[in-house]
Every structure is written in C-alpha cells, then in structure tokens.
C-alpha cells in the first residue's frame, strides 16, 4: 500500500555532462533528504538534475525546466537582459540522466553543418532542426523549486491557493504563529499582495500600527522563506518539493519546528522533498525534529520511519562528485558524536 | 579525512588533548575540530566487531582516507579471545583484514589500558602506587580508573606530561595520520 502511494518517489540517479557532475550515479533517496557539501561541490546542480529528472513529462516539460533552471540560476545577471531558450539550450549543450522514473537525454546534433536538437524521453527520440523549433514551453504545475533567491510575490500566490483549496489556511495561520507569536494572519490581499496579519494589542511590539495587515516585504526573508515552504508543500501533493539553502534567512532556534512541520506534511501530502543545506545546524534540527520523544506527541499517520530520512552528503573523490547517502538512525549517530559530515 | 576509533568517551577526551598538543607543537598542521576526527565505538568489543563499521564502509575511499584505530589491551584473564596484548593484537589484525578497505589503516593498543598508561607517565607516579597499595585499590579497581580520577581532581589545571617517552609511538601514529592531510 505504501509502496503504491509513493510510486512516484525517486530513488536513484544517473547523471552524465550536467554542470560539474561528469559521470554520476546515487542512489537510496527517501521521502525527505537533505543534501550538504562543500561550496561549489554541485549540491544545486544535484538538485537541479533530479528536478529536470522528475519534471519532464514530455518535451514541453523537458525543454522548460532545462530552461527554468538555468534562468533562476543566473537570476540577477538575467536582469535587464532577454535570454531566449534557446540560447540557454545552446548552452547547455548536452545533458543525461536516468532514474527509476525518466531516462532523459538532450543533445546538439551537427550534421553537414546543420544544427539540430537531439532529445530523448524514455523510448521517445526526437530530433528537430534548430530553425524549425518552436520553443513552445508548458510548465509542470505540481513540481515546485524554491532557489536561493527564494519565491516572488507571485510564485508564493500560486502556491498559498493550494492551501486555500484545501481549506488548510487556519493550520497555516497555527504554524505562523508559533514561528512568531505576533503574526496572526496570512493572505493575499487584493489578488496580488501577499500579507501578514500582525498583533496591533497594547504589549506587541507592532502596538502602534494602526493597519494590522502589513505586505510582506516589511518581513525579513526567513517568514517569507517560511511561508513559501509550508505553502508549497501543500501545492507539492503527490509529487515533488526542491528548496535550495533551506535555512536561508531562518534563524537556527525555528529550524527544528520548520523540519517538524516538513516532516509532517511531507508525509501527509505525499510529498518527496529535497532540500540544500551548508549548516550544522539546520542538519541537526532535522535530527532533532525526528527525536523519540518528538514524535511520541505526535499521531502514528505523521510519523515517518528511519529509512524515509535521508542525508546526502556530496564531496569529490579524485577529482570526480561522489555521494555518500545516510538514513536516519546513520545520520543521528553521526551528529551526536559531532561527526564532520558536511562535505569532503 | 581521517578517522580515530576509540573505545569510551574518556579515551575521546584524552585524545583530544594529545591532539591539541601535537598542534601546538605545530606536530600537526591545519586541523581545528579534532572532535570531529575521534569516534567512540561503545567498548572493545563494538571496536572490534566487523558490523560496527556499515556506516564507515560507505565512507571510507570516499570521505575517509586514513584510519587509526585506539584500544586497550586490557588483561589476558578477562577476556580469552581479546584479552591481552597478543590477542588484542590478533582481533585487531583479523579485523582490519575482514573489514578490507582499500586505505591506509593502522592501530596503537595501550598496555593494560589508559589509564595504567597515564600513571606509567606521571612525575610522581610513586605516590600514587603507594596510595593505590594503602587503599588497596587493585581489588577495588584494577583498571586504575580510581587513579587517574585521584589525579584529575588534585591537579585540575595540569596537563598530563606528553613529553614522556611512553607518548612516543602514540605521538607518531598521529603524526603519520595527519601527515599531508589538510
């Protein structure tokens, strides 16, 4: 039964000529892993590849995440500029991977000094000339990737729908609440403006505002950072959530209740998470959040087991991206004994 | 990276110690977070037990390039299979050979145990062999633990003396450890 319900997890990888992964294979994911790693050891790229993985349903899918993945990646550079897809195409050049759900392949095809597009979906071969390719691009409306930058106003609109078609605002507003007693209220205002009910009583420090409803950049970027995570979470339902630097933005002493509700949601909404993280800390709260006597208060439906947990850790053997997978009971050993399990 | 297997978390301490010792005699360059290179295994039998290693295994040619494994030989009448220095040193051998991983492993195995190895080393080391006698500790505590204890409570902020010749072949299995690592 559970097998079924998680069909759609993936659980290994092959990925061959994508950014700093040559010839790369991992496998033993579970329901929530978190990735750490040195800087530059391609814990994003990692990502990035199973998000291409996963996403792809046919070539509009397969085209668009390529291209998706590589504009949020140059965000700040693609400011001001128009970058088409297909100079992004061009500039990827060639791309593999294989998994329990997808084999896919991109490619530049040269022949007689004709350019062409060479893509494989599974059995599916499609080889088009370059000037005869639409572009036309359609989105995969059930994976969600929270990059560093974390999400715009109107990527968090599209997610906080999900959770007001599940009628699961008031649960939002609890999990708010407890990450800051004085935020009372979350919604988006007017179609567009995402804001925060704030306490306007005697002794809270926003006591003299007058308009409890404030827009959310008055907030720093971990409540955003925060809201954007639970919100997709609930938009991720049976399929897949990519948070990169997790805890950006989130002070350490709410990590453990954000891998709490993670956890929890993760399992309810059958979602299979995949998170980055360069912190000690933020691998320890997720230690923390899974603690026996965390989850004796906690119902048997929330509970997830030692081996639907896992800690990817990323480093390079001669040379080459390695991977070392660790489930819980791994995991939680190590970090008790203060273990260096951040990268190699 | 490099790893220490030891027994106890009293061993952990004390290696720490010698660690931080070898770096401030620059013996050992580059390394801040020795806690982090030192794992306690759970007793000697864990340390020599082949399934205590799964997690390791994943590690080693990956994350971990050399190995240095801490233990005490404790005394031949305990233990007939690892009591003793030449059994001790047997399980260890047969150990490393099972375990078969392909990097640079070594071992260094106290005489009796650390704490026997700490008094052998202390100035005034009569003084406690003579408390030991008056109290007759050997039957309370064989393992001299009674001892080090006494030492750690009257000398709170005095080192135990690492220039002491019995360090020696310590001290050089942890340089060779952290040789060319960084």
Known sequence: MQEAKNKHFIKNIEIKNFKCFDDFKAEGFGRVNLIGGKNNVGKTAFMEAICVNVYTLDIKTFVNVLFANEYARNHLENINKKITVKDNLEKLDLFYTDSNINELEYKILERDGVKEYFFKINDNEITVNINDYSFSLLRNLKVKFIDSFGFNNSQLKEVYEAVQKKDKEQILYKYLNEFDENILNFKIIGGDKPMFKVDVSNNSPYAHLEEAYRDISEFGDGLKQYVSIICSLYACTDSYLFIDEIDNGIHHSKLDKLWNIILILAKEQNVQVFATTHSDECIRALVTANTEDVKTYQPKEHILKDDEIKFIELGRTNGKVDSIIFNFKELENEVAQNMEIRGW | ?182
């Open chain 2, 1 to 182: 990276m490099v790893r220490i297997f030891c027994e106890g978390s009293d061993d952990k301490v004390f290696l720490r110690l010698l660690l931080n010792d070898l770096k401030k005699s620059e013996d050992i360059i580059g390394f801040d977070n020795f806690d982090s290179i030192v794992k306690v295994m759970g007793g000697k039998s864990n340390l020599l037990d082949k399934e205590s290693y799964s997690t390791i295994d994943k590690q080693v040619g990956k994350q971990l390039t050399k190995i240095l494994f801490i233990f005490d030989c404790d005394f031949k009448e305990d233990d007939k299979v690892c009591g003793g220095f030449k059994n001790s040193k047997k399980a260890i051998e047969s150990l490393i050979s099972a375990l078969d991983w392909k990097i640079e492993v070594d071992y260094y195995i106290f005489n009796k145990n650390l704490d026997y190895f700490i008094i052998d080393t202390l100035d005034n080391k009569k003084n406690f062999e003579g408390c030991e006698e008056c109290f007759e500790l050997k039957e309370l505590n064989k393992n001299r633990k009674i001892l080090t204890c006494i030492y750690k409570s009257l000398y709170p902020k005095k080192p135990f003396d690492f220039s002491h010749q019995n360090f020696n072949e310590l001290k050089q299995k942890l340089k060779n450890l952290f040789k060319d690592e960084k």
